[in-house]
């Protein structure tokens, strides 16, 4: 999940390499059926929703603030990577 770190490298050796591939498209034109969709989307990615995630499935989720306690043993170390790894938005070029 992390790349190597090599001792005269100019990278952040917390650097992380994360991805996604799950994309929701939905019609436009009717605001009361917009504003549906994006409490739905909402009610998708909260914290709550994202605790149950991972407490059923074991996996890794991309969206802060999931207690530690709900990953298994075996994934805490991962999880703990991700969320000490910086965000690249603040990262300067």
Excluded at 25 to 32: E, I, S
Aim: hydrophobic share 40%; glycine share 6%.
């Amino acid at each position: 999940m992390n790349f190597p770190v090599f001792p005269d490298g100019v990278a952040d050796p917390t650097t992380i390499q994360t991805g996604s591939d799950c994309f929701f498209v939905f019609a436009t034109g009717d605001p009361q059926r917009e504003r549906l969709t994006l409490d739905f989307l909402r009610f998708l990615t909260s914290r709550g929703r994202a605790e149950a995630f991972v407490r059923r499935m074991d996996s890794l989720v991309a969206v802060r603030g999931v207690p530690r306690a709900a990953y298994s043993p075996r994934m805490r170390e991962a999880a703990e990577m991700v969320a000490q790894a910086k965000d690249r938005s603040t990262c300067r070029r």
